[in-house]
């Protein structure tokens, strides 16, 4: 296992994979929502806002198979984002990972009752495909240098039913084990509307100070409620 402790973001501009993995046959084949790719990406354009404006974020979108709108396309490019062509498949982001400092995925994942984490990604036909824990972090390890964050928008991809004496169960924890220094994922079904909120309050306190856990701790806060337990949602695996 390499050492990698989770260091302050210090680098600028920060450079920002946003992989978003929506199958043509997600609602058809395994009863989930589509992802609304173009508000996921006005999320994070809004989320970013003047930092990105300001030359701190260097953002490569990647919206699979869906795609974006001409007119959305166009903006984006004239605001100074990258637009990556392609199936968000496991190939696809392993060849856009390299030189990133943030990884952010964005689609549906699951645990399997074997304690087995997938992420829902794309095949080449634009249709789905499980990629398992195992199969991602082996593909990981392999990538030079690594990204010093994981943000895992993904349903369980925190979920942990970890067994004694096994402590890497779960996605978030094997992409430690791959050398990922901190990940942030997500204990249980996330809410599209809680995943938006996090996504912009992290990245805006991210910028202030670049600490990875006190960012998603602040962030954590904002979406306190006493009669509510989705704010715990989110959590911070790091070395």
């Given at each position: ?11 600028s ?7 978003i ?14 992802v ?15 930092l ?8 490569t ?8 709108s ?15 062509e392609?199936v ?8 856009a ?7 952010h ?11 087995v ?12 495909e499980?990629?398992?824990d ?21 349903c ?17 924890p ?5 050398g ?38 602040q ?21």
């Open positions: 296992m390499r050492n990698g402790q989770p260091q302050p973001i210090r680098r501009p920060i450079r920002l994979l946003f992989a993995a929506n199958p043509s046959d997600l609602a058809s084949t395994l009863q989930l929502a589509p609304d790719v173009e508000a996921e990406v006005e999320n994070l354009v809004r989320a970013l806002g003047e990105r404006s300001s030359r701190q974020f260097q953002v979108i990647m919206p699979g198979q869906t795609g974006l001409p007119n959305l396309r166009s903006r984006l490019e004239k605001e100074g984002y990258r637009i990556r392609g968000t498949s496991l190939d696809g982001i392993l060849k990972l390299p030189g990133c400092d943030l990884f995925f964005l689609g549906h994942g699951i645990l399997r009752p074997d304690g984490a997938a992420l829902q990604l794309e095949k080449e036909d634009g249709t789905w499980p990629v398992t195992d199969e991602l972090t082996t593909w990981l390890a392999a990538t030079q240098p690594l990204p010093q964050l994981a943000f895992l928008a993904a369980e991809s925190g979920k942990r039913e970890a067994k004694e004496g096994r402590p890497f169960v779960g996605l978030g094997k992409l430690l084990q791959a990922v220094p901190a990940v942030v994922a997500m204990q249980d079904v996330v809410p599209m509307d809680l995943a938006r909120q996090l996504t912009a309050d992290f990245y805006r306190n991210l910028l202030i100070h670049g600490q990875i856990d006190l960012a998603l701790n962030a954590r806060l904002l979406l306190f409620d006493t009669e509510e337990v989705d704010w715990a949602i989110p959590v911070l695996f790091s070395r």
